[in-house]
């Protein structure tokens, strides 16, 4: 079965630290990993998407990578801020579906 | 581009109704996806179309729900009847390509169903 963990559930750091997010999954047979946003009641907004062949991925303070043979990913956040503060999902595709985690609550505290 | 649009945001019905979401794709994509996403289950995909043609329809929970893709750009699903297990937030997400492209999200349809 393919299955998403993400862990921790929450976290909740004051502003200015730089924090690890992580994804693990059970089968490696993927196609690529998207990490996500979703701000309360609103929609996901995708963040960094790592192909399968890819290492990592930046955008501005955040960074993606990706250890397929170990089922892990992790996304880093540099110099948090209390703007960051949102639900972080990971998801990794198989074949056209994508399996998502049940997401980290981040809590930037200024 | 004003991005994947959904209608309607917000729906409260009752219980046996017909309630049917709408999407709209980013244009010059031409996957779309289906999600409905609750505290208990996450998010879910429900089903997949790529070129108008239904890929994957393995996650749509019964025959209550339909979805049809009648052009390149527009999506329904359909609950019929609604019961109030079917509450969530459904989500479509539109792709460039068959799909293990970067997905792009609507904003949503929040559905309650009393």
């Known amino acids: 079965k393919q299955e998403v963990t993400q862990i921790p559930a929450a976290l909740s750091v004051p502003e200015g630290e730089n924090l690890v997010l992580n994804c693990s999954f059970t089968d490696s047979a993927i196609y690529n990993l998207q990490w996500f946003r979703q701000d309360p009641g609103k929609g996901l907004t995708s963040l960094l998407l790592i192909q399968s062949s890819q290492r990592e991925q930046t955008s501005g303070r955040l960074n993606a990578s990706l250890d397929k043979s170990s089922g892990r990913s992790t996304l880093y956040i540099a110099a948090s801020q209390p703007g960051d503060s949102a639900t972080y999902l990971c998801?990794?595709?198989?074949?056209?579906?994508?399996?998502f985690g049940a997401g980290t609550i981040l809590r930037v505290k200024s | 581009d004003a991005g994947v649009i959904q209608s309607p945001r917000h729906e409260v019905t009752e219980m046996g109704q017909e309630v049917t979401l709408r999407c709209k794709l980013i244009s010059g994509h031409n996957s779309l996806f289906w999600y409905r996403q609750t505290m208990m289950r996450g998010l879910e995909l429900l089903i997949y179309?790529?070129?108008?043609?239904?890929?994957?329809d393995s996650g749509m929970p019964e025959d209550r729900f339909s979805a049809k893709m009648p052009n390149a750009s527009f999506s329904t699903l359909k609950i019929q009847p609604s019961e109030p297990r079917d509450s969530a937030v459904y989500f479509c997400?539109?792709?460039?390509?068959?799909?293990?492209?970067?997905?792009?999200f609507g904003p949503g349809t929040r559905l309650t169903v009393l």
């Open positions: 179309f790529n070129n108008n043609v239904p890929i994957d």
């Open positions: 998801a990794v595709e198989y074949g056209n579906k994508l399996v």
């Open positions: 997400a539109s792709v460039r390509g068959a799909g293990w492209d970067e997905q792009f």
